[in-house]
């Protein structure tokens, strides 16, 4: 949990007021590890654990890997990771009273990643999307004209639009940032607020989705003045579970 300590800082930017669009077009070394880190850390995602407070983990055979894998289980929603649960006890009753849901950040799972890989370990990260975001995914590609039938990954929504086709940027501190939603609702409620403030300016605002496992592999290894500017935004909900969950230890 100490990677969350961030979470009033978020919730206070999903409140922000857009300060403008920028950046035309999205170009293409890839940032320091420890800003990658700085990025994942305030995004809440929810695990879960043995009685040993290890992931619980999946063997899959996967051909022409060399054998099997072990593959976690990271949801985007608690609720998705609780309802994993409750299928668990109907299913499988002696290892459901063993499990429980853990919140932990999503740096600390790229980090967990990182290192099985350098350690040559077969543990893999599965990201579980929230079912209602995929299909806003779709629908959005749907409507830009592309034949879709599924979305692969976590869906990531961001605004993009006025006089010179930029990304929708908001004020943070002393740095203009770029945000990435994890629900399409709480960039649509900012955009309908900046409307109703600019309504010249982002009339034609348009909402764009890509998937988080690509954005992350890009952090990783591609040179993009882009990818300096991005924050994640994640579920309303997830933050204020967490910030509640903050606030009970504190008291």
């Known amino acids: 949990m100490k990677a969350l300590i961030r979470v009033g800082a978020v919730l206070g930017i999903m409140a922000s007021t857009i300060m403008g669009l920028s950046l035309k077009d999205i170009s293409a070394l890839a940032i320091p590890a420890e800003e990658v880190l700085q990025k994942l850390a305030p995004v809440p995602v929810f695990t879960i654990t043995d009685q040993n407070g290890s992931p619980l983990v999946a063997s899959i055979n996967r051909e022409g890997e060399g054998g099997n894998s072990s593959v976690a289980g ?50 893999k990260f599965a990201y579980v999307p929230i079912r209602r975001q995929v299909e806003s995914a779709k629908a959005l590609l749907k ?26 940027t908001i004020q943070r501190g002393e740095q203009q940032v770029i945000p990435m939603f994890f629900n399409k609702e709480d960039l649509q409620g900012m955009l309908d607020r900046a409307k109703n403030q600019q309504p010249d ?34 579920p309303r909900e997830s933050l204020e579970f967490v910030q509640k969950q903050q606030q009970s230890v504190g008291q």
Not at 91 to 97: H, Q, V
Not at 145 to 150: D, I, L
Request: charged share 25%.
């Open 201 to 234: 300016i982002f009339s034609k605002v348009e909402i764009e989705v890509v998937n988080l496992e690509g954005v992350i592999d890009a952090l990783q290894n591609d040179d993009d003045p882009f990818l300096e500017k991005i924050i994640f935004i994640p």
């Open 74 to 123: 990271v949801f985007i929603s608690k609720s998705d990771a609780d309802a994993f649960v409750q299928r668990l006890k109907t299913e499988n009753p002696d290892l459901a009273a063993t499990v429980k849901v853990v919140p932990v950040s999503l740096g600390e799972v790229y980090e967990m990643s990182q290192s099985s890989q350098r350690d040559g370990q077969k543990l």
């Open 143 to 168: 409507q830009n004209g592309q034949e879709v039938s599924q979305f692969n990954g976590v869906p990531l929504f961001i605004a993009k639009g006025g006089p010179d086709n930029g990304y929708l």
